[in-house]
């Protein structure tokens, strides 16, 4: 969750390094520090909270030097503080170290380096890595710092400066991500590509305990014990400036209208006629085993584990393989049974969620086939998967996701649409009218994009509420789950989502003026269910929120005045969000569209911090 930066070539390093700061802000902070060495020196700089505070620090007294490294922290172990901010340094302030991760054996360490009169400044597990490159320290910074890695348990991507080494700079990890870009007398670390995308295309993607000496004429990679490792550098897809902002006032808000061009790119090579088969690369799997598998199991976290729950229903529905679905954070507490022909879908835009990680280990250490559902190419996910379907959604800036969980919704009915048509269990008309919506769906998003001035005029009448309801049933299930995070995670309205027919069960029991609810109504086998839920709420004075298909006019003649007030006891809805018509299989594609731009802009209309609201992190590296 932590950023990780880090230069050494000829340019002033603290500048290389808060530029790939705030390229990371994303990623969620609050605390960043710069260090870097000048004259044999270390010289560091602190603050807490925004990079803001940092910039005008960097203004008001330069900090020169061609070598440092920079961190924004997302506290874990101690409070927000400059004493608990990052890079820490050794007794003798002549190391620095940047940390992303958690070292489980922190204490132990800790404990064991005060009894050899090292002193702590911090209440971090990472000040003990800068004590320990100390102790180890022979004239040799690599080697200290392996030294020091081999007595660390847990999650790590490490950097690491001296202030007598000015020409090197050493990076390692473990478990957390780690780039090193390649420049022309010049190189960087990240933890990131995003972060250095503005200065170099070309990158080595570090794996787990892997050492890195960079200097400014070259970059060595090898293992703990020193033996060179060969690797060819991978080229960002991506141009450098897809992470601005192109005159939207928010990523989030870009991100969201990205997405028509998100599902072709998704779609291109997969899908381009109804009478073509599905096609995929990289997942690994061959036609006998996908028509023997005899269970399949989701699992991911928060925004993903939405879209793994519209592949636990399709898979079911249309591929005929009992399908689970398990947040990655339970799935190992349950342990659950693994038998031969039992696949495992991971999924996770980052491909470095921590618990998503852990259970995809535990997953392949059970026997099952293990495939991913990924964003970033060549991730910790990606590399231990069996085989890899990319969602092709590019750079994701804003924390909340909205792109990401588009792209991997299109992704995960293509997979269903893949399985189905290999094991035949989808009837061949059928097949292709699933075919015509996916293709159809790309011009259908941009159609709804253009609608945006209607759900702001939705927006302006419910931003004050304290409180929502999202309700659906079946596929669209997890359209809601997803609805209610995006208002939660950005506007800090207290949303809920619920299954319409567990209404009765006990939620409607919070039905009230106060409260405005969100309902998935589009025709299909629960619709009648739903109208019945909607009337339900408006009896109960429940301020409602109608989500339907173009032209449905059923759901607006339901007994009450087109133009009744919120707290009307009719049972027709307040407000109207419309969308295309679709097959129901492929609807979540487009619902979601609609309910993140009503999520933005009650936000927008809150003044709330949309792209980085408080407490959250784009990536959870850490458990």
């Known amino acids: 969750m932590c950023g990780i930066v880090g230069y050494i070539g ?18 969620g ?14 010289k560091v700089r602190k603050v807490v909270g925004n990079l803001n505070n940092m910039e ?54 800790r404990s064991q380096l005060k009894s050899e009169g090292h002193t702590f400044k911090s209440q971090t597990d990472t000040e003990v890595v800068a004590h320990l490159v100390e102790k180890y320290y022979d004239g040799d910074l690599r080697n200290a710092l392996i030294s020091a890695v081999k007595d660390l348990e847990g999650a790590f991507a490490i950097g690491c400066i001296c202030a007598g ?17 390649i420049g022309e007398t010049e190189n960087y670390i990240a933890s990131d590509m995003g972060a250095i995308r503005a200065e170099t295309d ?50 989030m808000h870009k991100e969201i209208h990205e997405q028509p061009d998100a599902m072709r790119a998704c779609l291109a090579g997969r899908l381009s006629s109804v009478d073509k088969p599905i096609t995929f690369e990289n997942i690994g799997l061959t036609v006998d085993e996908i028509k023997g598998f005899k269970k399949i199991i989701f699992t991911a976290c928060g925004t993903a ?31 659950p049974v693994v038998h031969e022909g039992t696949l495992c879908i991971v999924v996770s835009q980052s491909g470095e969620t921590a618990d998503t990680l852990e259970a995809l280990r535990a997953m392949k250490a059970k026997g099952a086939k293990v495939i991913s559902v990924i964003n970033v190419v060549d991730s910790s996910i990606a590399r231990e998967s069996d085989g890899v379907a990319y969602i092709q959604a590019g750079p994701e800036i804003s924390v909340a996701s909205t792109k990401a969980f588009t792209l991997q919704v299109l992704t995960i009915q293509l997979l269903s649409l893949y399985f189905a048509e290999i094991r035949g269990t989808c009837p061949p008309d059928e097949m292709k009218r ?20 209607d759900i702001i005029a939705v927006a302006k009448k419910y931003y004050k509420k304290p409180n929502a309801m999202y309700l659906a049933r079946g596929v669209n299930l997890p359209s809601a789950m997803e609805g209610s995070l995006k208002l939660k995670e950005i506007s800090y309205i207290h949303a809920e989502a619920y299954s ?46 109608a989500v339907a298909y173009d032209g449905d006019k059923k759901i607006r003649m339901t007994g009450a005045d087109p133009d009744a007030p919120a707290d009307d006891v009719g049972s027709q809805p307040n407000d109207m969000i419309w969308v295309p018509r679709t097959e129901e299989y492929i609807s979540p594609l487009l619902i979601g569209i609609p309910l993140q731009l009503l999520a933005y802009h009650i936000a927008d209309l809150r003044g709330e911090d949309i792209d980085q609201p408080r407490n959250l992190a784009k990536t959870v590296t850490v458990k």
């Open 10 to 27: 000829s340019r002033e390093a603290s500048s290389i390094c808060f530029a790939g700061l705030r390229r990371l802000e994303y990623r």
């Open 202 to 251: 070309k990158v080595y993607v570090i794996d787990d305990d892997e050492v890195c000496k960079i200097t400014r004429g070259g970059i060595e990679i090898t293992d703990l014990d020193l033996n060179p490792i060969e690797r060819e550098p991978y080229v960002i897809p991506w141009p450098a400036d897809a992470a601005q902002k192109g005159g939207y006032k928010k990523f």
């Open 500 to 545: 319409a027919g567990e209404m009765k069960h006990g939620p409607i029991a919070l039905v009230e003026p106060n409260m405005f609810v969100v309902s998935i109504a589009c025709e299909g086998p629960t619709y009648g269910e739903m109208i019945g839920n909607i009337m339900e709420i408006k009896a109960r004075s429940g301020p409602m929120i």
């Open 29 to 42: 902070y609050d605390s960043a520090g710069i260090a870097v060495v000048e004259d044999n020196e270390l």
């Open 305 to 335: 584990m939405h879209a793994g729950l519209v592949g636990r229903f399709l898979m079911d529905k249309l591929a005929r393989i009992p399908t689970e679905g398990d947040l990655a954070a339970e799935l190992q507490q349950r342990d």
């Open 56 to 109: 005008e620090s960097l203004k008001t007294k330069a900090l020169p030097g061609s070598l440092g490294i920079g961190h924004t922290r997302w506290a874990t172990h101690g409070r927000p503080s400059i004493e608990n901010s990052h890079p820490h340094l050794s007794c003798d302030g002549k190391f620095a170290v940047v940390h992303n991760g958690i070292l489980e054996n922190y204490q132990e360490l």
């Open 434 to 453: 699933l075919k015509a919506a996916i293709l159809a769906a790309p011009g259908q998003a941009t159609e709804l994009l253009k609608r945006e001035d």
């Open 165 to 181: 080494s000015p020409d090197e700079l050493l990076a390692v990890r473990r478990f957390s991500p780690l780039v090193v870009g």
